[in-house]
């Protein structure tokens, strides 16, 4: 059974922060590496952010120094920080397995405006 659930979003403005959690399911969360996706408008889903089961952490060029991925394998929960939001992080904020499962969240909406 597939469940991922998304939530934290919000509107922030430029410059402000927010911090997402994903609840997934046992058998999800046990894979190899969780990941935070976004799809804005009119674009193709990305990968933002990557947190290994072993720790090791990774980020896109446009979350890296911004972004802070983490989970708590105990709550299989993970989270995303975002600080220093911009506009252009306004977009759909999905997490899934990576690579990616068929199945998704219903995502959380995030809005960067002032």
């Known amino acids: 059974q597939v469940e991922l659930t998304e939530s934290g979003g919000g509107l922030a403005q430029p410059g402000g922060s927010l911090r997402l959690s994903c609840q997934a399911s046992?058998?999800?969360?046990?894979?190899?590496?969780m990941g935070w996706y976004r799809q804005a408008p009119g674009k193709q889903r990305e990968l933002v952010a990557v947190?290994?089961?072993?720790?090791?952490?990774n980020y896109a060029d446009s979350a890296q120094g911004r972004f802070t991925v983490s989970r708590d394998n105990a709550k299989n929960t993970m989270y995303l920080q975002m600080n220093s939001l911009k506009p252009e992080d306004t977009a759909v904020y999905y997490c899934?397995?990576?690579?990616?499962?068929?199945?998704w969240g219903q995502g959380t909406q995030v809005t960067v405006s002032s």
């Open positions: 899934n397995t990576v690579p990616q499962l068929p199945a």
């Open positions: 046992a058998n999800i969360f046990s894979m190899p590496a």
């Open positions: 947190a290994a089961n072993g720790g090791k952490t």
